[in-house]
């Protein structure tokens, strides 16, 4: 089969596809295999490329098959029952990956059950993709926010905020303000009832916001906590509610978006005693009547129920796959190291989709 293999850590020239890479011969427990037809990256392939996580994150061995959330056609279920799986071989599914974001940039590709869908009718193999990627993750932070709070989006125009601002008019948000270069976008396709361009102007500092702050700040752009902690120092009044009032910060990722762990020691600093240590601190009696409640969102659940409704949505009409303008991206060398580069400069414009359909 047809598959792009990635030869070794750091440079995207180290991506190439191949004509003659065997196909999964066995399936094991609760995997299907499919024709795969489509595949959107995440920020877990870019970050797998670079090296940064190798010991922790990367493949067992070199060249890998890159790529992890994907739609295709089940051509063969193993030993997976299509009573309990509601698909069976022939139907359109669509998976989020589960045991890391390997093995999908292919014509054929092992995915787990466990977090897998049949794709409604109408619903494109591109947009499934895209959906079973950041709308899922958006789908699980959006139960975190209550009707009528008003809430600011960093990062409103990537994969998982073009998905949450759409997920959140169906919460009955009350006000939702996105961050993006693109304001236009938020406003006009995504729902935002107020946009501004963080090239042009600090969100964290807008005066009107600070006479009526937020409920809520959600970052999926990495790195506003600390300038938030800086404003406190300095006496700022803030944009966001503090903690006795019921004001939070949600985040799902971290101050660096492409950090450096080499070891189970700098995950446990970095994503348990930091992550700890904020929300204690924001916590505590001295700080409630200051700053906003600090949570580092988990956002990758692992209960099928969240690809379903996901599904359900899109099968209703209620939220809509938002795929990248420069895309869906072609399955060849070039089409695939131009997705990747435009995962790494993290300026997508909604969620980043490679075709594999023509192959």
Request: glycine share 8%; aromatic share 8%; charged share 25%.
């Amino acid at each position: 089969m047809r598959a792009i293999h990635i030869i070794n850590y750091g440079s995207i020239e180290n991506i190439f596809l191949k004509l003659d890479i065997p196909k999964p011969v066995e399936i094991p427990k609760a995997k299907v295999l499919i024709k795969t037809e489509a595949v959107a990256l995440a920020p877990g392939d870019a970050r797998i490329l670079s090296g940064k996580t190798k010991e922790l994150q990367g493949p067992p061995s070199m060249p890998y098959i890159p790529g992890g959330d994907c739609a295709g056609t089940v051509v063969d279920m193993g030993n997976e029952s299509s009573h309990d799986l509601g698909f069976d071989v022939g139907d359109r599914i669509a998976a989020r990956f589960m045991d890391g974001p390997r093995g999908a940039l292919a014509e054929y590709a092992l995915v787990s059950t466990k977090m897998a869908e049949k794709v409604p009718d109408g619903i494109s193999s591109i947009e499934a993709a895209a959906l079973a990627s950041s709308a899922t993750i958006a789908l699980s932070l959006s139960k975190r926010v209550k009707a009528n709070e008003r809430v600011l989006i960093l990062g409103a125009g990537g994969g998982v905020g073009s998905h949450l601002c759409q997920l959140l008019r169906l919460r009955n948000v009350g006000f939702i303000a996105g961050v993006s270069r693109n304001t236009e976008r938020l406003l006009n396709d995504l729902g935002c009832d107020q946009a501004i361009d963080y090239t042009k102007q600090n969100p964290l500092t807008v005066e009107e916001w600070k006479e009526n702050p937020f409920d809520v700040i959600i970052d999926l752009a990495s790195g506003s906590w600390i300038p938030l902690l800086k404003l406190i120092d300095s006496g700022e009044k803030l944009v966001v509610k503090s903690c006795s009032d019921g004001g939070r910060f949600l985040t799902t990722s971290l101050d660096e978006p492409w950090y450096e762990l080499h070891g189970i020691w700098d995950a446990l600093k970095t994503f348990l005693f930091t992550t700890l240590y904020r929300a204690m601190y924001s916590r505590v009696f001295w700080n409630r009547s200051s700053m906003p409640k600090f949570t580092f969102a988990m956002s990758l659940d692992g209960n099928r129920s969240v690809i379903r409704d996901t599904m359900k949505h899109a099968r209703e009409g209620t939220l809509k796959a938002i795929v990248d303008d420069n895309g869906p991206f072609p399955f060849t060398t070039d089409g695939v190291r131009d997705a990747f580069k435009l995962q790494q400069n993290r300026h997508g414009k909604g969620k980043i989709v490679i075709d594999i359909s023509a192959v």
